[in-house]
T-cell receptor
Framework: DVKVTQSSRYLVKRTGEKVFLECVQDMDHENMFWYRQDPGLGLRLIYFSYDVKMKEKGDIPEGYSVSREKKERFSLILESASTNQTSMYLC???????????FGDGTRLSIL | GESVGLHLPTLSVQEGDNSIINCAYSNSASDYFIWYKQESGKGPQFIIDIRSNMDKRQGQRVTVLLNKTVKHLSLQIAATQPGDSAVYFCAEGAQTGANNLFFGTGTRLTVIP
């Protein structure tokens, strides 16, 4: 089975802090994705990556950046955290197109 | 069905009954569809997918039906069990181009023992 692991289940940070969310997949998948999930809004795509060192903006990239230095790892960075970035963050990976995306269990991030 | 409001549509069924969860998709160019199940505190879990060259696909206790004419997708769960209680949502995408999926907001299924 595909395993997507997010480093933290719960995280509390302060406004203005730089926040790193880490995601690792163990199935040699090409594609990796970061979403946020908010009540009533469903999953919204922040950034995605098709290969090492490649990144593409999703629907809501503002206030975020990403890093993919190794194939198995995709990091989401909140440059200067704000309270409106309090959310559930989900990482996913997929092998090729089209293939189902496989998700981690999420990081619930609270910005105080 | 799907909702864009703050409150998820809900479906309550008796244990052992069949469940049908509906989804209306928006993009007529979408040709790949997925159903996910999300339990409380967990990430979405892949259930079943279907490509547009099919109108029905069956898995273990689940069936997905695709009606391209009216852009409608449904998930049928046979003999619903308490462990099926979760939020279910569909996603649409394309078989070419970006592997981006667009997700609905979900339906909460509650199974009554």
């Amino acid at each position: 089975d595909v395993k997507v692991t997010q480093s933290s289940r719960y995280l509390v940070k302060r406004t203005g802090e730089k926040v790193f969310l880490e995601c690792v997949q163990d199935m040699d998948h090409e594609n990796m994705f970061w979403y946020r999930q908010d009540p009533g809004l469903g999953l919204r795509l922040i950034y995605f990556s098709y290969d090492v060192k490649m990144k593409e903006k999703g629907d809501i990239p503002e206030g975020y950046s990403v890093s993919r230095e190794k194939k198995e790892r995709f990091s989401l960075i909140l440059e200067s955290a704000s309270t409106n970035q309090t959310s559930m963050y989900l990482c996913a990976s997929s092998l090729n197109r089209p293939q189902p995306q496989h998700f981690g269990d999420g990081t619930r991030l609270s910005i105080l | 069905g799907e909702s864009v409001g703050l409150h998820l549509p809900t479906l309550s069924v008796q244990e052992g009954d069949n469940s049908i969860i509906n989804c209306a998709y928006s993009n007529s160019a979408s040709d790949y569809f997925i159903w996910y199940k999300q339990e409380s505190g967990k990430g979405p879990q892949f259930i079943i997918d279907i490509r547009s060259n099919m109108d029905k696909r069956q898995g273990q206790r689940v069936t997905v039906l695709l009606n391209k004419t009216v852009k409608h997708l449904s998930l049928q769960i046979a003999a619903t069990q308490p462990g099926d209680s979760a939020v279910y949502f569909c996603a649409e995408g394309a078989q070419t181009g970006a592997n981006n999926l667009f997700f609905g907001t979900g339906t909460r299924l509650t199974v009554i023992p």
